[in-house]
DNA sequence: CTGTTAGCGCCTTCAA
DNA sequence: TTGAAGGCGCTAACAG
């Protein structure tokens, strides 16, 4: 491929000019006569040459790459924030990499280097690892690659690790949907998908819990560590199945609106009318949640917003030395059918 | 950022060898001693030295980096091919860098000098403009490209171009989907989301008229350019309010998955029941589709497979000189609720 | 087995 | 305003 690409010098040679000038022209810069640039550019023109980047990197150590680590693109809350990350990338004249990282791995040295062997000028991470709770070297390894590029989290912040760090407070956001579901009525309220294993998890169980108790209500849990539709349909089937129909609870708050999916499938599948029989809430707003039936209340966690700037945040940290800091953001209630909001009120909730 | 980067010279000095010797021991070349490889090893450990793979790329004229040129990663479709041929590329030491291409942008001169400036090891591209149907430019920038790297295509031929290509007969699909209606009892079918602008949504029309006229079957059609789940909402209000109830299709066949949402959405806003009162199919098979109400029948395009397939044949033609070639497959249909398959068929659908 | 030499393609002083 | 020279960090001959 490439067959013969030309290069700066014979650029120069053919326009009879130093590979210097020609450098000149190529970037605009201003100590070069109107004249000689013309004459450049018509060779350039000609052989429609495109000076190679790298080499360029090479001299100006910089490779207007930068990496973004995620455990799964197709979830769609990573897509949201790829997307929107990739863009502001773009709109600066940098290209994004994907580095995929497995929900369970570790970041390895190994993992590290490459990212330092490809000299990226920074690096965002999101989900996966980077979240989890367990004891492990996370600090150290990140402290270490960050002496090599500036690095920016989009998680809940990572205790040890100084750098700059943008998240949703979902504990917060699932305090307001339990305070919602609270004044719809609801006394028994469960929380399905409940994990220690990672922060952002963790949070929303945190925040469930908090605001269970601050009202006098016993918070029941139905624990999962995986989130998805089918794992879904099956803790309905488990925390429905370990209680007659009238001890259920009559409002169940999702981890996320993936898991949701399978939750509002199993109750149909149950017979249930939602949201009269049961209500359901979910987190995440995402693209499908305002058309499942019925469609989802549930909380906007920000996932483009936090995307663009974390972006925004990883290309200033490059030039100014800026100090690491923390943004957060209280997610917003969407309020949408699932919930029961649009129910006749005069006609009060059975209680517990 | 960086701060006192060690180059191969430097350990070349502090392990009293040659830079060359240094550089053997890091490719794991087999003429170096195991003495010497040790002393190196042990600089190299010392200072975590990690050679430059910039430098190395310009001196090899690779940057082990390959391209996927996509209008929107958020959309499901993309995300799994995308992550699909992340994830074989990675398998092969590539990285591999997201370029936007909104869905109605030409790829213009400069798009592509970016990517050559780059300096690229390969690109595949994967729907957006790629698939307009309108006159353009498009195998003359392509073209041009592919003289400076190898381009794989996931999409219908494009006329003009010759490079290797992969899709799913979306028109085969389609003819398998009437079919499957047609078998179930349903002579007023109807599609949604008809266009001409792109290639593969072309297809889906062409294979789903082809086969109503086969049948002797009188097309219905909706047009629509946009394919969301909003747009759904609209095309169904649009289609069944141009009629009286008795004269509705007793089928829908929705040009993908996502608009499908839009279209249950809506069918259930009206009150009609699924699938006794109205078919549905859709295309794609999305992770969500599998947790529509109802489940949704569709076809399996093999996103996945084919953002596999589609990096495995882009590497492949970097050494190899391969000739392109296109590679087809037909689309397997997916046998859900949504279509009224399981219901009783001895009561049979009410006919035209 | 190891070192020397010569660049990859570009940019950036420094002189002219 | 322009050119010459040196070097970014690495590797691939070619000697030894």
Chains 1, 2 share one sequence.
Not at 38 to 45: E, G, L, P
Request: glycine residues 6%; hydrophobic residues 40%; neutral net charge.
């Amino acid at each position: 491929m490439a067959a013969e690409t030309k290069t700066i010098l014979d650029i120069a040679r053919e326009a009879g000019v130093s590979p210097a000038t020609v450098s000149r022209v190529l970037s605009g810069h201003p100590n070069v006569s109107a004249k000689t640039s013309a004459k450049v550019q018509t060779v350039v023109d000609k052989y429609r040459f495109k000076p190679n980047s790298i080499a360029r990197g090479l001299l100006q150590k910089h490779s207007k790459a930068l990496g973004i680590i995620m455990p799964d693109i197709k979830h769609p809350y990573y897509a949201s924030v790829f997307s929107a990350a990739q863009e502001e990338a773009r709109r600066h004249g940098y290209v994004v990499q994907l580095y995929r990282l497995a929900y369970n791995a570790m970041i390895t040295d190994d993992f590290a280097n490459q990212l330092i062997e490809r000299r990226l000028d920074g690096v965002m991470l999101c989900g996966g690892f980077i979240e989890s709770t367990g004891l492990s070297g996370l600090p150290a390894v990140l402290t270490r690659l960050q002496q090599y590029m500036p690095i920016v989290t989009i998680c809940p912040p990572i205790p040890g690790l100084s750098c700059i760090n943008i998240y949703a407070d979902l504990a917060a956001g699932l305090r307001k949907l339990v305070r919602h579901l609270y004044n719809l009525g609801h006394r028994r309220i469960a929380f399905i998908g409940a994990t220690a294993e990672t922060r952002s998890m963790g949070e929303r169980e945190q925040g469930f819990t908090d605001e269970m108790l601050h009202l006098g209500l016993d918070p029941i849990m139905q624990p999962e560590n995986i989130h998805t539709p089918a794992m879904g349909e099956q803790a309905v089937l488990k925390l429905l199945s370990a209680a007659p129909p009238a001890e259920w609870p009559t409002a169940l708050a999702v981890v996320n609106d993936l898991m949701a999916l399978g939750v509002l499938r199993q109750l149909h599948a149950m017979g249930l009318r939602l949201p009269e029989d049961m209500a359901v809430v979910g987190c995440d707003n995402q693209f499908f949640s305002a058309f499942t039936s019925p469609p989802l209340t549930t909380l906007d966690v920000y996932s483009e917003e936090h995307g663009a700037a974390a972006m925004r945040q990883l290309l200033q940290a490059q030039e100014t030395h800026a100090a690491p800091f923390t943004q957060t953001r209280d997610p917003t209630l969407i309020v949408r059918e699932s919930c029961g909001a649009q129910l006749d009120r005069r006609t009060p909730h059975p209680q517990a």
